[in-house]
C-alpha cells in the first residue's frame, strides 16, 4: 500500500515508518523537518494548522496513519486529517490512542483523541484504533530527576502501569494498520509486567547503584515539583491523567491475552532503562 504517516519523525512515528518499510508498503511522511525521516521513506510538507495545505499530500494514497502530538490542537488537526482523507478517497485510516478508564475523560488529550476516534468510524473508511499504556519513553527527560536529586518523579502510585516501549507501539500501529484480512476496530497494548513507582525508582537506583526514591502519590505536591517544566495546559492534563491511573492503574484486564499486533518479544522496562542510563553516563 501507500501509506501516509502523520508524526512519522517522533520516538513511536518513526519505529511505525520504519516497520511499515520492512514490510514492503511505499511510506510518505508528512513533515516539517524532511532531515529526520526514516530512510526509505519520502517527506511531504504542509501545516496541519492550515487543512487547506493537506489536499494534495492524500493524491494516490491508501492508507493513513496519525501519531499526533499532545497538543491543545490536536483535536482540530485530527479532525481535518480525517477529513481529507475521507474527501481524497483514502480506503483505510489508523490512530494512536491511549488506554481509556474510569477518569480519564476529563484530561484533554484523551478528550480529544475520542472525538477524532468517533470522527473515524463515522467517516465509512476502514479504521483502526491502536490503545497504548504509557510510554517509557517519558523518563528520558528526567535525568535531572533521577541522576541528579535521587527522584523519580512520575506520581504513576500503587494501582499498576504496563508502561510500553515506544519502538512496540510503533510495531504495532504498523502492524495494526496492515493486517490481512483486516478488520476495523480496536487493539490494547501494554508492556509485558506491570510496573509501579516505587519499582521504576528501584530500577534506577540498581542501574545507577545509587538511592533513587519514589517521589510519591501527593499530586499536589508533584505540580509544585513540575511547575517549571510543563505548560499550564500540559501540567493540568497530566494531573488529570495521574489521578486516573492512580486510582485505576492502567494494565490488561484479568484474563485479556497480549494483543496479537505485538511484535513476538517485547522490550523490557530494565532493557529501557539500561540504555537510557548507559546514555546518560556517557
Not at 517527506?43 to 487543512?51: E, Q, S
Request: aromatic share 8%; charged share 20%; proline share 6%.
Amino acid at each position: 500500500m501507500h501509506i501516509l504517516v502523520f508524526g512519522g519523525t517522533g520516538k513511536t512515528g518513526a519505529p511505525a515508518v520504519k516497520r511499515l518499510i520492512e514490510k514492503g508498503h511505499a511510506v510518505r511522511v508528512f513533515t516539517r523537518a524532511p532531515a529526520k525521516v526514516v530512510a526509505g521513506a519520502t517527506p511531504v510538507t504542509g501545516d496541519l494548522d492550515k487543512p487547506e495545505t493537506l489536499t494534495s499530500v492524500f493524491a494516490g494514497v491508501d492508507a493513513v496513519l496519525m501519531v499526533l502530538m499532545v497538543n491543545p490542537a490536536e483535536q482540530a488537526r485530527g479532525l481535518a486529517i480525517v477529513a481529507a482523507a475521507t474527501t481524497a478517497g483514502v480506503k483505510r485510516i489508523g490512530l494512536l490512542s491511549l488506554v481509556h478508564g474510569e477518569g480519564t475523560e476529563v484530561v484533554p488529550f484523551y478528550a480529544s483523541k475520542k472525538v477524532i476516534e468517533a470522527a473515524m468510524r463515522e467517516s465509512g473508511l476502514e479504521w483502526t484504533v491502536v490503545r497504548s499504556a504509557g510510554f517509557f519513553q517519558t523518563d528520558a527527560g528526567l535525568k535531572g530527576d533521577i541522576v541528579d536529586k535521587g527522584i523519580f518523579s512520575p506520581p504513576l502510585g500503587s494501582c499498576g502501569i504496563n508502561r510500553i516501549d515506544t519502538r512496540d507501539v510503533g510495531y504495532a500501529l504498523a502492524e495494526a494498520l496492515t493486517r490481512t484480512p483486516f478488520v476495523s476496530g480496536e487493539h490494547r497494548i501494554f508492556g509485558p509486567e506491570t510496573l509501579t513507582g516505587d519499582i521504576c525508582a528501584a530500577t534506577y537506583a540498581k542501574l545507577l547503584g545509587r538511592p533513587v526514591r519514589y517521589i510519591g502519590d501527593d499530586l499536589d505536591a508533584w505540580a509544585a515539583f513540575k511547575k517549571d517544566g510543563f505548560p499550564p495546559w500540559s501540567l493540568n492534563a497530566l494531573r488529570h491523567m495521574y489521578a486516573a491511573t492512580q486510582k485505576i492503574g492502567m494494565k490488561p484486564e484479568l484474563g485479556e491475552a497480549k494483543s496479537a499486533v505485538l511484535p513476538p518479544q517485547q522490550i523490557t522496562f530494565e532493557d529501557f532503562a539500561r540504555e537510557l542510563v548507559a546514555g546518560w553516563q556517557k
